[in-house]
Structures are given as structure tokens and as C-alpha cells.
């Protein structure tokens, strides 16, 4: 059980994020209304919202406690919910016993883990959140992934050196632009519909050939596996992790696609492994002068060589974007989003007790408590580290170097 008001602390923080180009903030004056409905006493930052466009004011409208900018709250805090990852200096601030959630970056973060241990911190880490229906709600990577394919297609079609769509003109008419979308997941789905849109023709390509349904109903062509090589499936709504044999297949299939697309969007990742590389620097040779390409899993190596996370490279006149951050660059709406999938965990956290507890209401004169029942596998997936040891250990090791010194693991 892990009470979230006692007095004299802050029952929630939600502070401003500092790492660098981070415009999100995990709580919108919505969901803090939400959360204060269901009676929990939630402390923003100042200035926590203002890059996403929510002003302080809104937040106290809505009955949050506005606080001024600094550290020095984490240890006042009963629970922190955050976007970033926090740096293991501002981690050590934590509150003993206190409840975290946000993006940890879990995979092979063998200090954090560490850290949160020391301080008995329950961590909730979103990335390990699993893909049930259950859990949709909640579901920050996909509704962050949306984003980052709608943007994607946005910026390649500025970048791009002709029309997307058909135009029919006195002056004749103009062909239009062709998009090839590497990988069928939530963002390569949103940038098919958003290229579709704005009148591309779309192929896509994906290594599970089920995706074929979901390509054909939002308009584009499928382009299917190599049928000489065993396609990876998927475990837990997420693609695996192809062979080698079945990559370099793939990328002979890709060549001839390259040389017809005036726009590339690569999407495919594997969760807490490199990115597959799926366009070799031979193979970019295919691609005309003026095409481009944006790498959404540029922060995790790369489908493209080339790509550079945060930068725009030109390549023998074919525009690279490492677009690693997209969803920042819509601040507003991603953190609409974001918020909502936390407060929906929330949410479930109180309404879902421990076995044989008191209900989630146990907090002192009715007060609401967050409850962790391990046997749900909502917090069974995402639940980082609680009570001193890391219940997900599996992640630490899956890195793109050797496997590393296992941490306790709880029972």
C-alpha cells in the first residue's frame, strides 16, 4: 500500500520538466481536476505547463497548489508524476517510500533502478506499460507514437521538393508523390492515414504480414515480408526482433521501393533493443535527389544511415531528418494525451485494491490510498522497482551490449 496523504507533505507533484527540449508536462489542468474529484491533493510548479501552452492560473482554478520553481519539493512528495526520466541527483530526493511514474527509460538503467531501491520507491515505468485492452487507456507509447507519425509525414511533405497531392493545372497535370512507411505500428498507421491525407500514394512495409488488414483499410498498398525468410511475430502488442537473415531480405525488397518514393518514414523499433537498419548507405543511393526521409528511430540507432538524432543531413541530395523528439514539437495535444493516460493509471490504481486490503480508501479518515495489487498485470508490467527491488529486472540486461549484473529480483 502506498498512502498518497499525510500531513504536511504533497500528496502529488507535478513538476517542470528540465531535460533539454522537453516541452510536455505529465498533468493538464483537466486531469487535475480529475484527480482532485477523486480526492487527492495535487502541487504543481510553477511554470510547469507554460511550454505547453497551461498557464499557472488554469492549475489553480481547478484546485491544484501552485509552488514556486525548484528541487527542493521531490522530498516533500508522496508521489511524483513526471514525463522525463529524473537524473539520479534529483531521483535521491525522493521522498522514502513515494510512488513515481513516467517515462523511466527502464532498459538497461541499472543506476536508476539502484537509486529508486535505496529510497523503497514504488516506480511505474510507462515504456513497460503491457498492450491489453485493459490497459488502452493508459497507453502513453501509442498515444505519443500517434503523434509522431502524424508530424512525421507533416515534416517530410515541407521538406519535400514537389506536390504531394495530384494537382490537375492549366499548365498539365502533377503526379502525386509517393510515400514508403517502414513499419505498420501506431505511428507508422497514423502517418499511412496522414500521407493518405494529403493525397500521397502509400506503400508500407512491416515484418508481420497480419498488418496487411490495418494497411489496406487506412488506403495504402502492403508490401509483404520476404517469403524465404521466417517473419518475426509480434509479443505483448509489440513487433520482435527480426535475424539478421530476414533484414538483409527486407532490404533487398526495399530497393526497388526506394527508388520510386519521394518520401520515406521509418518507424520500426524494437522495445530495449537497436533499432533495426533497414536502409544501408548503399541503399540510399536509390533514392533521387530531393526525396526524403525521416527517421522517427533515430534516438535508438536509426532504420537510416545517415540520420542524426535532432539534425537535418543532406545526402547527395536526399534530406535525412532524425526526428527524435516529435511529439514535443506539438506540446499541447501531447500532453493532453500524456496526461490522460496517467490519470487513467491513477485511476486504476484506486479503484483496484490489494487483496485482502481496505478497499483503496484506507488513508487516514477515509483519504485515498494508492493500492498496489502485484497480481494485476497492469502493475505487474509496469511496476519498475517497489519495497527496495526491481520487480523488472528482465529489462536491465536487454541492452545492445552484452547482458549486465542482474539486480535482486522480487519474489
Known amino acids: 500500500m502506498v498512502e498518497v496523504r499525510k500531513a504536511g507533505v504533497i500528496q502529488l507533484l507535478i513538476p517542470r520538466e528540465r531535460h533539454p527540449g522537453e516541452t510536455r508536462v505529465a498533468a493538464t489542468p483537466e486531469t487535475v481536476s480529475r484527480l482532485v474529484g477523486r480526492g487527492l491533493q495535487v502541487a504543481v510548479e510553477s511554470g510547469a505547463g507554460l511550454a505547453a501552452g497551461f498557464a499557472d492560473g488554469a492549475y489553480a482554478e481547478v484546485g491544484a497548489t501552485l509552488l514556486p520553481e525548484g528541487h527542493g519539493h521531490w522530498g516533500e512528495a508522496n508521489g511524483v508524476l513526471c514525463v522525463q526520466a529524473p537524473p539520479v541527483e534529483q531521483l535521491e530526493q525522493l521522498r522514502a517510500g513515494s510512488l513515481l511514474i513516467g517515462l523511466l527509460a527502464p532498459y538497461g538503467a541499472e543506476a536508476r533502478a539502484a537509486c529508486l531501491n535505496s529510497r523503497q520507491v514504488s516506480a511505474f515505468s510507462l515504456e513497460l506499460l503491457p498492450r491489453i485492452s485493459r490497459a488502452q487507456t493508459m497507453d502513453v507509447l501509442s498515444s505519443q507514437a500517434n503523434i509522431a507519425g502524424y508530424k512525421a509525414v507533416l515534416l517530410a511533405a515541407a521538406a519535400l521538393d514537389r506536390y504531394v497531392p495530384m494537382l490537375m493545372t492549366a499548365a498539365g497535370t502533377i503526379q502525386p508523390a509517393r510515400a514508403l512507411i517502414l513499419g505498420a505500428g501506431v505511428a ?69 521501393q526506394l527508388a520510386l518514393a519521394d518520401m520515406v518514414i521509418c518507424t520500426a523499433q524494437v522495445p530495449g533493443r537497436p533499432a533495426p537498419r533497414l536502409i544501408s548507405e548503399a541503399m540510399l543511393d536509390h533514392l533521387r535527389p530531393g526525396s526524403v526521409v525521416v527517421d522517427l528511430a533515430v534516438a535508438q540507432g536509426g532504420n537510416c544511415a545517415g540520420t542524426v538524432a535532432g539534425e537535418t543531413v543532406v545526402r547527395n541530395g536526399v534530406t535525412l531528418i532524425g526526428a527524435d523528439a516529435l511529439p514535443c514539437s506539438v506540446a499541447h495535444h501531447a500532453s493532453a494525451l500524456y496526461a490522460r493516460n496517467l490519470a487513467a493509471l491513477l485511476e486504476h490504481l484506486l479503484d483496484h485494491p490489494e487483496p485482502g486490503g481496505d478497499g483503496g480508501g484506507g488513508g487516514e479518515a477515509g483519504r485515498p490510498a494508492l493500492a498496489l495489487n502485484l497480481d494485476d498485470p497492469i502493475v505487474a508490467g509496469c511496476l519498475f522497482t517497489h519495497g527496495g527491488v526491481c520487480r523488472r529486472n528482465d529489462v536491465l540486461g536487454v541492452t545492445d551490449a552484452a547482458p549486465r549484473p542482474a539486480l535482486e529480483v522480487a519474489a
Open 188 to 256: 507508422g498507421l497514423q502517418a499511412l492515414a496522414t500521407a493518405r491525407r494529403l493525397g500521397a500514394v502509400v506503400v508500407v512495409s512491416d515484418v508481420r504480414p497480419a498488418a496487411r488488414e490495418q494497411v489496406e483499410s487506412l488506403g495504402g498498398r502492403f508490401l509483404a515480408p520476404p517469403e524465404q525468410a521466417a517473419a518475426p511475430g509480434e509479443q505483448g502488442g509489440y513487433a520482435q526482433a527480426a535475424t539478421e537473415d530476414f533484414l538483409a531480405a527486407q532490404r533487398r525488397q526495399l530497393e526497388e
